[in-house]
T-cell receptor, first 112, second 112 residues
Framework: ELKVEQNPLFLSMQEGKNYTIYCNYS?????LYWYRQDPGKSLESLFV?????AVKQEGRLMASLDTKARLSTLHITAAVHDLSATYFC????????????FGTGTLLAVQP | DTAVSQTPKYLVTQMGNDKSIKCEQN?????MYWYKQDSKKFLKIMFS???????INETVPNRFSPKSPDKAHLNLHINSLELGDSAVYFC???????????FGPGTRLTVL
């Protein structure tokens, strides 16, 4: 059974601090996606990682993919309150179908 | 605006009723999806259509029937609604292949 696990499930951090969210998956894949969801809102695409060693950065967020370890990380640098949201990783399988298996989500609360 | 849109945004109904949710995308994508997000925010793929052909059909009660009249539209009809069907249903679209999926605003279904 395909499993995608994120940790931590909940992260409370202070503004200005750094932290990393981890996404582990059980079956080989070379594609991984990070999404952000604000309360009551839709999912916003953050990063698309399509190869081993891929690293992408946008503002205070940086995502990486290690397909051999079946691990992706989302690193937050100098957190600000606006980053408070739920972050999901999703692993893609299949060719044209690109079936996404979502992780459990990490609720990030950045305290002033 | 280019986007994925869904109607209705909210749907409150009694057990046993039949209801439909509609989705449209004007992004020119050839693949559309239905996801269910439960009360714990867990996201699970239900169906996917590529060029009007059903390509992902997860283990979902057969009370749920998707229909795609054309590439830009994907509807979800639910018969004999049950309490456990209460959730947020998201439509998404992408170009086929390992491409990011763009999500609609969601339809919050409440079954009383």
């Amino acid at each position: 059974e395909l499993k995608v696990e994120q940790n931590p499930l909940f992260l409370s951090m202070q503004e200005g601090k750094n932290y990393t969210i981890y996404c582990n998956y059980s079956t080989t894949s070379d594609r991984l996606y990070w999404y952000r969801q604000d309360p009551g809102k839709s999912l916003e695409s953050l990063f698309v990682l399509l190869s081993n060693g891929a690293v992408k950065q946008e503002g205070r967020l940086m995502a990486s993919l290690d397909t051999k370890a079946r691990l992706s990380t989302l690193h937050i640098t100098a957190a600000v309150h606006d980053l408070s949201a739920t972050y999901f990783c999703a692993v893609g399988y299949g060719g044209a179908t690109n079936k996404l298996i979502f992780g459990t989500g990490t609720l990030l609360a950045v305290q002033p | 605006d280019t986007a994925v849109s869904q109607t209705p945004k909210y749907l409150v109904t009694q057990m046993g009723n039949d209801k439909s949710i509609k989705c449209e995308q004007n992004l020119g994508h050839d693949t559309m999806y239905w996801y269910k997000q439960d009360s714990k925010k867990f996201l699970k793929i239900m169906f996917s259509y590529n060029n009007k052909e059903l390509i992902i059909n997860e283990t979902v009660p057969n009370r749920f029937s998707p229909k795609s009249p054309d590439k830009a539209h994907l509807n979800l009809h639910i018969n004999s609604l049950e309490l456990g069907d209460s959730a947020v249903y998201f439509c998404a679209s992408s170009q086929s292949g390992p491409n990011e999926q763009f999500f609609g605003p969601g339809t919050r279904l409440t079954v009383l």
